[in-house]
């Protein structure tokens, strides 16, 4: 039994509290030393007497531009709109006759800073004269002259305290999200479990971790995936077995009864040239009547067969023996289908071992999947080739372009898969290979000298 020790409401309110203690020492701990830095700097570096340069040559080009008289006061309170963060009195004959609007509330000093930048009260020239601050403008009346204080580290200050207030703030969250990991790992696994359950993977065990609601639910889920394992299992198995049989034989019936109607429709329409021809199309007839029966009683045994068991197969006989005739029938459904081919009948000299009755289901289970996925605006090819490392081998490929709007698109797969199997029976091998444009199916066999 599953014993709850903490509640998750509780976890999270713990984690949460951490998380917050953390972030807050971590933001005036970087505050403290960033602070610290950038006072460093200001207090050894000429960055506010090159701004403060830069201000004075800018007011000066803003003067020069739009023909600015010292006295034109719309003007100049219009610069200093534009520039909130500077102060600045104008000077001329030794008189201040434009001292700018002190905006401390605006620029959000500190107060202690306010105090200590104050502008300065004198209305005297000479109160400035020795001011570095102190720069020469020509007016459209005449000289006069500036006097600038601007902070112009404030900026750096504020976007300084609002990175770190940021990563303070995706800080808490990282830690947040950090603690409950696990958690949140916990209930994606249980999700992606509950998921197999649904699917009828009764045979996926529930993990059960932890002391909290979390752990409960596990547990209830797990004890009734035990209660009902057993009855879904057997139902399985039976629907799985009724499956395979209904599907197998639908699919592997369907091309010899398609042939099987084509030769009768060709002999009920008279369309043969000769009797010579007629007793051909009688022979393929009764052959793959021959061929279903074979098959439908095949279908009941291969269930019982397992891929470990060894069958039977032939002497080993040229290549072209074994595959002649068979292509030849091949060739002529598919033309009679609308199908160009290209077959290489350039037969390697070599032999082969195989089962007759699986290289015509393999060959039908072929032409199945041509009618039903190729492109007929495109030919099917069919070619041989030979390797002989590391092992003499002789691969027989059929390739064609796959129908991009098949009228059919229904696919059970188990063509391929019988495929696989009778290949397998034979000690050959079956590689598909599909790229979305073209389709390639490889039957490799063993190759005799």
């Known amino acids: 039994m599953c014993k709850r020790r903490y509640s998750l409401k509780m ?3 713990l984690v949460m509290l951490a998380a917050m203690g953390i972030s807050v020492i971590f933001y005036y701990a970087v505050n403290y030393f960033i602070g610290s830095a950038l006072d460093s700097y200001f207090a050894s570096s000429s960055y506010i007497e090159r701004q403060t340069d830069k201000t004075a040559e800018e007011f000066q080009d803003y003067v020069t531009k739009n023909q600015i008289s010292s006295s034109d006061t719309e003007a100049l309170n219009a610069w200093g709109s534009d520039n909130p963060l500077i102060y600045y009195v104008i000077l001329k004959g030794g008189k201040v ?100 359950l649904e699917g009828g993977g009764m045979d996926k065990q529930i993990t059960v971790k932890g002391g909290d609601e979390l752990s ?9 995936r035990l209660s009902l394992n057993e009855n879904i299992r057997e139902k399985e198995e039976i629907m799985e077995v009724n499956n395979r049989l209904v599907t197998g034989m639908a699919h592997d019936l369907r091309t010899p009864l398609t042939a099987l109607l084509l030769y009768t429709e060709l002999l009920s329409q008279g369309k043969y040239k000769d009797e010579k021809e007629m007793d051909q199309y009688l022979k393929k007839t009764a052959h793959k009547a021959n061929q279903i029966k074979q098959m439908s009683d095949d279908l009941f045994e291969r269930f019982y067969i397992t891929k470990n068991e060894d069958i039977m ?99 059970t797969c188990v063509g391929v898969a019988n495929i696989e199997q009778m290949m397998h029976k034979m000690k050959g091998t079956c590689k598909v290979e599909n790229d979305g444009q073209f389709y390639e199916i490889s039957l490799v066999f063993p190759a005799y000298e």
Request: a negative charge.
């Open 11 to 13: 976890k999270a309110t």
């Open 97 to 196: 006759i434009y001292p700018s609007e002190y905006k401390e509330d605006e620029m959000m000093i500190p107060d202690d800073a306010a105090e200590d930048s104050s502008p300065p009260a004198a209305e005297e020239e000479s109160y400035y004269e020795s001011d570095s601050q102190l720069y020469d403008i020509q007016f459209a009346d005449g000289a006069g002259r500036l006097y600038v204080v601007g902070f112009f580290d404030y900026e750096i200050y504020a976007a300084a305290n609002y990175i770190e207030l940021g990563v303070s703030v995706l800080l808490f969250l990282f830690i947040f999200l950090f603690f409950l990991q696990r958690k949140i790992r916990y209930v994606h696994q249980l999700e992606e479990e509950v998921k197999i």
């Open 216 to 224: 409960e639910l596990a547990f209830g889920l797990e004890q009734m």
């Open 313 to 411: 197969l032939e002497v080993p006989e040229k290549l072209c023996y074994i595959f002649e005739n068979r292509l030849s029938d091949l060739v002529m459904f598919l033309h009679s289908q609308g199908f160009r081919v290209d077959c290489d009948t350039d037969w390697p000299e070599v032999k082969l071992s195989v089962l007759p009755e699986y290289m015509d289901r393999i060959l039908d289970n072929i032409a199945s999947n041509l009618l039903k996925y190729a492109d007929k605006t495109e030919p099917v090819t069919i070619v041989f080739s030979m390797q002989d490392q590391p092992e003499k081998q002789i691969t027989m490929i059929i390739r064609n372009k796959i129908d991009q709007n098949p009228e059919d698109v229904s696919s």
